[in-house]
C-alpha cells in the first residue's frame, strides 16, 4: 500500500450566480514512502488546489470535493475536523510559497516552532525550545537561539522559507507538501532551499510532493513526475524518461519553449500558440487542442483516457512520436 | 571585410543612485541611504541587446530607470546620443524621453485600467504632436498593434480584459508607439506563464530585427537573458561585477558570484541536474543600506582571500576581449591557482525598512517623479 | 523575411469579439447582481424620490395646524394616529406624516450639502498633498492629523459653537468640516499609491505632461475610494446633523420639518406624552443611513480589483 493514494479527485468552485468550475478534474496519483513526485503544470491547472484538498486546507463553503484520498489507508476526506487537525503537522507537512504570508508576523518565530511541538510532540516549552534550536540549524539558520526571538519580518527571504521548512518537518511527518517554495526566491537562494529539502528528505525519509512550474526544478528534484493541464493529469513519467521522450504535445511544446543553458543560443524558442484560456472543456474533447500543434479532429470531440505507455501514463489521442529530442539541445 | 567600430548608443559613467532612508515624527530626518546603484560604467552600442542580470537588492531595475531619468541619478552621467540625459530639465527632459522607452514587468499594473487601448497607445503620439493626421495616426495605430499580433478589434477594448501576454504586448506597442531608438525592459516576461514567455521574447527578437532598436534587458532569468542578449552584465549589490557577450560570460565566467549564479539555475534535464556541480552560497545578501567593506562580495566568496579582497573595491578592469571583471583574483581562480573553501554564513541584521526584496522607499512626492 | 510579414497579419491568438467593458460598467454590473446593493439603491433611490416630490405627495399641508384646538399640552394631550391623519399630529397639531415628508427634503439637502463640501474641500487638500509633497504636504497632513484627532461629533459641536447666530448652515458647515480630513487623507492616500504604480511611470516615459499625468492618469483611478466613502459619509451627515440639532446647535427655528429636529423636539419634550413623535424621524433617520450605507459598501465591493476575474 502506498503512504498516500489519490483516487479521482475533483474539485469543484461553486460562486453564487456563476457556472461551476472544475479545479481538479479527476485527479489519481500515488506517492510512496520517501518518493518524491512532481506536480507540474501552469498557472490554473490545479496543482495548488490539489494540495490544498489534500491537506483539507479549502475553504468550508463554495466548493465540492469529491473523491478518496488515502492516508496510510485512512481516507482524509472523510475524517472529521478534529482528526485532520491531529494529521496535519504531525503526519503531513506543508510548505507554501510566500512564507511571509505564511508565518504569522506577530509571533515570533521560535513560538511558531514549539507551538507545532508542543501539540503534536506533547513537549514542555522548554524541551520544544531546545528541539526549535536544532531544527533551525538543521535548515541551515544561522546563530538558530537568537532566531528564536525575532519576527519573520525581521529574517530575508530565504530564511523565512528555511524557517517553514523547519515548522513542517518539526513533527517528522511522513509526507511534506511543498507547493512552489522556492517561486518567490533569488535563483541561488532558490538553489540553496532545494539543496536543502533534497537533503532533508533523504536523511529523514520523508515523501514529498513538489508542485512547481518550472521544469528545472522537477528534473532536479522529483523521481517521479505528473504533468497537469486544465485540472487532469496529462502525463505521467518517471523523470529520465519525461525529459528525454516527452510524449504530450503539451509536455513536448513546455520544453521546448524554454531557453535552456545547455542549448545552443541562436535556436527559436518555440512558443505555444495562445494562452491558457483557449481550451474546451474536457467533456467534449481535450482541453488542449485548441493550442496543439499535434490536433486531430478526434481531439475535439472525444476526450482521451488516461492510459499506460511505456512505463507511465499518457492522456493523448496523438502523442509526439519518439525518439524526440527535448528542448532545443545539442545531444 | 572590416567593420567599422559599433556605434555607441548610450554611455554611463559612473553612475549612483542612492535612496535616502527617513525617519522622524514631525520632521523627516535622513539617517541613512540605501545605495541602489554604486557607480556603474557602462556602454550600450546601437543594435545590441544589453541584457542586465543580477537578483533582488543588485539594482538592475534602478539602473534601467535611472538610465531613462525614472528614477533620479544622485550622481553620474548617462549620456544617450552625445546629451547627458541626467542634466536635463523640464521640456527638454520630456522631449528627450520619446527616444528611450519601457517596458514594465507587471503587464497589469504598467496599464491604466480606466483607459482603452486606443487611448494608451494614443498619449505618447499626442505627448508629442505624431497624431496630427488623423488618417496616418489611425493606420499606424493598426500598425502598431498588428506587429505585435493583436487584432484591431483590441482597440476598444480595456487590460482587463486581455491575458498577461496580450497585455505585455499592449505594453510593448505602447513603448514603440512614439518610435523610440532604445528600450529597456524591466523583467518583461518574468510575470508570465511559460508557455506564454516564449511569444513575448519571440516577439521582442523579431522587433529589433525589423525596427533596429537597442535593447537593455533586466531580468533574473539567465537562460532568458543568454537566449535574447549580445552582450551581458551581471550585478551585485549596487555594481557591475562582470561583463562579457553572452557566449563567453557562459561558456567562462570568472567572477565567482557569476559562476555561483550560473551554478544554480535548474537546467530541465535531470542528466544534467544530477552530474554537475553546484556552488552553493551562503548566507543571505547584505542590506544594501550597509554593504560590506572593500569587495561587496567578499562575505559570500567561496574564493575570498586573505588580502585585499575585505578592504580593497576591485574595479572593472578587462581580462579578456571586451571581457570585464571586478575581483582582484580573477585569473588566479580561472587558473585554479586558488581553490574554493566554505563559508560561514553571516548574520543579516534586516529591519522592514531595509529588507531587500521590497522596492526602493518611497519618494517624497509626485512632482519628484515628473 | 517573407514568414515575418504573414506573421504580421494574423494576430497570434484570437479575441472574443464583443465590444469594450469599461471598468465601470463591469462595476455596475456586479451591483445589479447583489441583492444587498439593490437594497441599498431602492432605499436611497425611495428617500430622494420623497425628498424631491415631497410637497406633491405630502395629504397636507405640513405647516397647518389642523388639529390645534385637539392639543392640550397642559394635560399630555397629542391626537394620535386617526382618519386622515395616519401618524397622528405634533404639538402643534400639523400632521405628522406630511411633516416627514417634506422633513426629507430638508434633511437631505443638509446631507448632501455636508458631504459635498466636505467632499470638495477634503479632496482639495488631499489632491494638493498628494501632488506637490515636500512641505506642503507635511504641512497639510499634519493640519488633518490635528482635526482628525478630535472626536468627530466634538469637531462639530465646537465649529457651531463659533456661529453667533446658529443657523441650518451651521449644522451644514459643522458636519462638512468632520468629513474635510477624511477625504483629504483618502485622495492623499489614492494619489501616493497612483503615482508609485507603473502606468504612471509609463506616461512619464512617454513624455506625457505633469498636468495631463495627474488629471487622466492618478485621478481618475483615485476617485473610487472617495466615491464610496462619500455615499458612507451622507449616511452620517444624516445622523450628525440630527445630533447637531438635537443638542440644539443648529436652526433656531424648531418649527422646521426637519427630521433631526423633530426627533430633537420628540425626544426632549414629548416622550412621555406622545413617543411616536420621536420614534418616526428617528426610524426614519435610520433607515436612510442604513440604504446609504449599504449602497456605499455594496459600491466598495463592486469596485475593488481583487473581484475581478
New interface residues.
Given amino acids: 500500500m502506498a503512504l498516500l493514494e489519490v483516487r479521482d479527485l475533483t474539485v469543484d468552485f461553486v460562486r453564487r ?1 456563476e457556472r461551476p468550475f472544475t479545479a481538479v478534474d479527476g485527479v489519481s496519483f500515488d506517492v510512496e514512502p520517501g518518493q518524491t513526485v512532481g506536480l507540474v503544470g ?2 490554473g491547472c490545479g496543482k495548488s488546489v490539489t494540495s490544498l484538498a489534500i491537506m483539507r486546507l479549502l475553504a468550508r463553503r463554495g466548493n465540492k470535493v469529491s473523491g478518496s484520498v488515502r492516508f496510510e489507508g485512512t481516507d482524509l476526506l472523510r475524517l472529521s475536523d478534529k482528526d485532520m487537525r491531529d494529521r496535519r503537522g504531525r503526519d503531513l507537512g506543508m510548505v507554501f510559497q510566500d512564507p511571509l504570508s505564511s508565518l504569522n508576523p506577530v509571533i515570533p518565530i521560535g513560538l511558531q516552532i514549539t507551538e507545532v511541538l508542543e501539540r503534536h510532540r506533547g513537549m514542555s516549552r522548554k524541551v520544544a525550545s531546545v528541539e526549535a534550536v536544532d531544527l533551525l540549524n538543521k535548515v ?1 539558520i ?2 538558530p537561539s ?1 532566531r528564536l526571538t525575532e519576527y519573520p ?7 523565512r522559507q528555511r524557517a517553514l521548512i523547519a515548522i513542517a518537518l518539526a513533527c517528522r511527518p511522513r509526507l511534506l507538501i511543498a507547493d512552489e517554495p522556492t517561486t518567490a526566491l ?7 532551499i ?2 536543502l529539502l533534497r537533503e532533508l528528505v533523504q536523511d529523514t525519509g520523508t515523501a514529498l510532493i513538489m508542485i512547481t ?8 528534484l522529483c523521481d517521479e513526475v505528473n504533468v497537469l493541464y486544465g485540472g487532469k493529469i496529462v502525463e505521467r513519467a518517471q ?2 524518461q519525461l ?1 528525454a521522450q516527452p510524449r504530450h504535445p503539451y509536455t513536448h ?3 521546448a ?6 542549448a545552443g ?1 541562436h535556436e ?11 481550451n474546451i472543456p474536457w467533456d467534449g474533447g481535450c482541453a488542449f487542442a485548441p493550442r496543439c500543434p499535434n490536433a486531430l479532429p478526434v481531439c475535439r470531440e472525444v476526450s482521451p483516457r488516461l492510459v499506460p505507455d511505456n512505463g507511465g501514463l499518457l492522456r493523448c489521442h496523438n502523442p509526439v512520436r519518439p525518439p524526440v529530442a ?2 532545443g ?1 545539442i545531444r | 571585410m572590416t567593420n567599422p567600430a559599433p556605434e555607441v548608443l548610450l554611455e554611463v559613467t559612473d553612475l549612483k543612485v542612492h535612496f535616502p532612508i527617513k525617519r522622524g515624527i514631525v520632521i523627516d530626518r535622513t539617517i541613512g541611504h540605501v545605495f541602489a546603484v554604486d557607480g556603474v560604467d557602462l556602454a550600450i552600442r546601437r543594435g545590441e541587446t544589453y541584457g542586465l542580470v543580477g537578483e533582488s537588492g543588485c539594482g538592475k531595475s534602478t539602473l534601467g530607470r535611472a538610465i531613462l531619468r525614472l528614477s533620479e541619478p544622485t550622481a553620474g552621467q548617462v549620456v544617450f546620443d552625445g546629451t547627458d540625459v541626467a542634466k536635463l530639465k523640464g521640456e527638454e527632459l520630456r522631449k528627450a524621453r520619446r527616444r528611450m522607452q519601457m517596458i514594465f514587468q507587471d503587464p497589469l499594473g504598467s496599464l491604466d485600467p480606466r483607459q482603452s487601448v486606443e487611448s494608451i497607445l494614443l498619449e505618447g503620439m499626442r505627448a508629442h504632436g505624431l497624431d496630427k493626421d488623423k488618417e496616418a495616426t489611425q493606420s499606424r495605430l493598426r500598425q502598431l498593434l498588428s506587429a505585435v499580433g493583436l487584432p484591431e478589434t483590441a482597440l476598444r477594448k480595456y487590460p482587463h480584459e486581455f491575458s498577461g501576454g496580450q497585455r505585455q504586448r499592449i505594453g510593448i506597442a505602447r513603448a514603440l508607439s512614439v518610435e523610440p531608438d532604445l528600450i529597456v525592459a524591466d523583467e518583461p516576461v518574468s510575470a508570465l506563464d511559460v508557455s506564454v514567455q516564449a511569444q513575448v521574447v519571440n516577439l521582442l527578437e523579431d522587433l529589433q530585427a525589423q525596427l533596429g532598436l537597442t535593447y537593455v534587458v533586466i531580468a533574473h532569468d539567465l537562460a532568458v537573458v543568454r537566449h535574447i542578449s549580445d552582450r551581458i552584465g551581471v550585478m551585485y549589490l549596487g555594481a557591475l561585477v562582470e561583463e562579457t557577450d553572452a557566449d563567453t560570460l557562459y561558456a567562462n565566467p570568472m567572477h565567482p558570484y557569476t559562476r555561483a549564479l550560473l551554478s544554480a539555475i535548474p537546467v530541465p534535464d535531470p542528466v544534467v541536474e544530477d552530474s554537475r556541480e553546484q556552488i552553493l552560497l551562503a548566507g543571505d545578501l547584505p542590506s544594501p543600506a550597509n554593504p560590506p567593506t572593500g569587495c561587496r562580495f567578499h562575505t559570500r566568496c567561496p574564493w575570498k582571500q586573505a588580502s585585499l579582497c575585505d578592504t580593497d573595491r576591485p574595479q572593472l578592469r578587462e581580462v579578456g576581449r571586451g571581457h570585464r571583471v571586478a575581483c582582484h583574483y580573477a585569473e588566479d581562480i580561472r587558473e585554479g591557482r586558488i581553490q574554493p573553501h566554505e563559508v560561514e554564513p553571516e548574520l543579516v541584521e534586516l529591519s522592514g525598512l531595509l529588507n531587500p526584496d521590497l522596492g526602493p522607499p518611497d519618494v517624497g512626492s509626485v512632482s519628484e517623479i515628473l | 523575411m517573407n514568414t515575418l510579414l504573414n506573421k504580421k497579419k494574423e494576430p497570434i491568438d484570437k479575441l472574443a469579439a464583443a465590444a469594450g467593458h469599461s471598468l465601470g460598467g463591469e462595476a455596475l454590473r456586479r451591483m445589479l447582481r447583489s441583492p444587498v446593493a439593490i437594497t441599498g439603491a431602492v432605499i436611497t433611490g425611495l428617500f430622494v424620490l420623497l425628498a424631491i416630490f415631497a410637497p406633491l405627495i405630502a395629504p397636507k399641508d405640513p405647516f397647518q395646524r389642523y388639529l390645534q384646538d385637539k392639543v392640550i399640552l397642559g394635560q399630555g394631550i397629542i391626537p394620535g394616529s386617526q382618519a386622515g391623519y395616519p401618524l397622528g399630529v405634533d404639538d402643534f397639531g400639523r400632521d405628522e406624516l406630511s411633516r416627514l415628508l417634506v422633513g426629507a427634503q430638508n434633511t437631505l439637502l443638509v446631507g448632501v450639502l455636508a458631504t459635498v463640501i466636505g467632499v470638495a474641500v477634503g479632496i482639495l487638500i488631499g489632491g494638493l498633498a498628494g501632488a506637490f509633497g515636500g512641505w506642503v504636504d507635511t504641512v497639510l497632513m499634519r493640519m488633518v492629523d490635528v482635526m482628525l484627532s478630535v472626536p468627530s461629533l466634538l469637531l462639530a459641536i465646537s465649529v457651531a459653537a463659533l456661529f453667533a447666530k446658529p443657523s441650518q448652515w451651521t449644522v451644514i458647515i459643522a458636519v462638512s468640516i468632520i468629513g474635510v480630513p477624511i477625504f483629504a487623507r483618502l485622495l492623499r492616500g489614492s494619489m501616493l499609491a497612483q503615482r508609485n504604480s507603473d502606468h504612471v511611470l509609463a506616461a512619464t516615459s512617454l513624455g506625457v505632461k505633469r498636468g495631463a499625468i495627474v488629471f487622466r492618469h492618478m485621478l481618475p483611478n483615485s476617485l473610487g475610494p472617495v466615491i464610496v466613502q462619500a455615499t458612507l459619509t451622507l449616511a452620517t451627515a444624516i445622523l450628525e446633523a440630527a445630533a447637531l440639532s438635537f443638542l440644539g446647535l443648529g436652526d433656531a427655528d424648531q418649527n422646521r420639518a426637519e427630521w433631526g429636529i423633530m426627533l430633537s423636539k420628540g425626544a426632549k419634550q414629548f416622550l412621555d406624552v406622545r413617543p411616536e413623535l420621536a420614534y418616526y424621524p428617528a426610524i426614519a433617520i435610520i433607515v436612510v443611513a442604513l440604504g446609504f450605507t449599504l449602497l456605499g459598501e455594496s459600491l466598495r465591493e463592486a469596485l475593488d480589483p481583487k473581484n475581478r476575474r
Avoid: C, N, W, Y
Fill in positions: 450566480g501552469e498557472s541551515g544561522p546563530d537568537r519580518h525581521q529574517l530575508s527571504g530565504g530564511m533569488d535563483v541561488t537562494i532558490q538553489a540553496q532545494l539543496a512550474h518550472d521544469l528545472g526544478v522537477v528534473a532536479g523523470r529520465h525529459f511544446g513546455l520544453l519553449s524554454i531557453p535552456r543553458l545547455d543560443r527559436k524558442l518555440i512558443p505555444i500558440r495562445g494562452s491558457v484560456a483557449d527535448a528542448g539541445g
